[in-house]
């Protein structure tokens, strides 16, 4: 049983840096905060948004592992250098926008277990982040063996503290039937959409199936893998909003602070849940900030024809711009503008505001005949990653004016 298990995780790898990507501390504070304020009522959004990435990835799986060349190589060849270079800035603006929340989620965390101001973290962590990336031999398979860990640390944390607080199962399972909702909640849903529904990442998938040397015998496992790594993502979020729908809600505690989401934990944990939640909020941001940034500075310099491995001087070039832009960003934000978890939830739901034109391009490439053959989409796919491609654009378009009104704000 355990040497199965172990060649079962083996056998995994793109699903779990995925997964790692996408749960970072902007994922756990927006279930979070969306537990504590409305229950179980939007577990829905999580299942719709699940669905919609299970597609995009497994299309993008399919790709990977039916070609050598990447899929911005295939879409500059086809469409255009144009059109990649768009989809490349595209990716790149979505993993920023990621970016700064990794960092706010960093320094939040620091600043729990040790007092000190959030404004220094990034400083640190992010320096930290750019040996590695320059650094590290075989990046991909160290991402691979430490995101492992961490997101089934995370997963098992809530899970078996769920056990303990009991929560009301036939209210949960009624989250996951559509409620009406206010406008007044609509950068928490598109924040959660923007948690399990993440496009760049879903593009990214062919090029890690790639690194892992997957081929068309593979495909199987390859589409396993990534519906693996989205069920993993879906679950996270579940459990914490299931968690913090049973502790924070009863109690009409406001999350302000990693303090506030550690207390979910203190049924297992007790007085410890602080120091330990703080600690797997900060795992959670520093893996995330580190592999958004390979996603986001890779595809960007695949984008521009300029390299698409992380052995190659520009994609970490680009990598290291995302990491300082989003530490610099972080700091701004943590100065000026008031409550560190509000932007993490903005950071996540903007992300959603780049995606519409990489959706475009994974539909296109996967539905040409001579690309793909006999792998190309099915009608059925087709219909379900035109659902998709509509819920972002919708989110997108309302997304849009909040922004707006935000940064007028400032």
Request: positive net charge.
């Amino acid at each position: 049983m355990i040497q199965r298990t172990k060649t079962i995780l083996k056998s995994l790898g793109p699903g779990f840096i995925v997964a790692a990507v996408v749960l970072g501390p902007g994922s756990i504070t927006t279930a979070t905060k969306i537990g504590a304020t409305q229950g179980y009522d939007f577990l829905w959004v999580i299942l719709i948004a699940a669905i919609s990435m299970v597609v995009y990835m497994n299309m993008s799986a399919r790709f990977g592992v039916l070609h050598t060349q990447s899929i911005l190589g295939v879409i500059a060849e086809k469409y255009g250098r144009w059109f990649s270079i768009v989809i490349g800035v595209s990716s790149f603006l979505a993993a920023l926008s990621f970016q700064f929340g990794n960092n706010l989620g960093v320094g939040m965390g620091m600043e729990t277990l040790t007092g000190i101001d959030i404004k220094l973290w990034p400083l640190i962590f992010t320096p930290l982040a750019i040996v590695l990336i320059f650094f590290t031999k075989n990046l991909y398979k160290t991402l691979e063996k430490l995101m492992m860990f961490m997101v089934m640390a995370m997963i098992l944390a809530f899970v078996v503290n769920l056990v303990f607080i009991k929560p009301d199962l036939v209210a949960a399972a009624s989250g996951f039937v559509p409620k009406s909702f206010s406008m007044d909640n609509f950068s928490e849903l598109a924040a959660i959409v923007g948690t399990t529904f993440v496009l760049h990442c879903a593009l990214y998938q062919s090029y890690l199936v790639q690194s892992k040397g997957w081929k068309l015998e593979d495909k199987d496992k390859g589409i396993k893998d990534s519906n693996f790594g989205v069920f993993l993502l879906a679950l996270m979020s579940v459990l914490v909003i299931m968690t913090a729908a049973a502790t924070l809600k009863p109690l009409g505690i406001t999350v302000n602070s990693a303090s506030d989401m550690a207390m979910q934990l203190e049924v297992l944990l007790g007085s410890y849940a602080k120091y330990i939640f703080a600690f797997g909020f900060i795992s959670a941001a520093f893996s995330s900030l580190l592999v958004n940034a390979v996603i986001g500075g890779g595809l960007l310099s695949d984008g521009l024809g300029m390299g698409r491995s992380m052995n190659e001087k520009m994609p970490k070039m680009f990598t290291t711009l995302i990491l300082l832009a989003g530490m610099a960003i972080a700091i701004y934000v943590a100065s000026d503008v008031g409550s560190p978890v509000y932007s993490l939830i903005l950071a996540q739901a903007s992300s959603i505001i780049a995606v519409p034109l990489i959706a475009i391009g994974l539909f296109l490439v996967l539905n040409r005949k001579d690309v793909m053959g006999k792998y190309r989409n099915t009608l059925l796919q087709n219909i379900l990653a035109l659902i998709g491609f509509i819920l972002i654009c919708v989110l997108v378009y309302i997304m849009y004016g909040k922004l707006i009104g935000y940064f007028t704000a400032l």
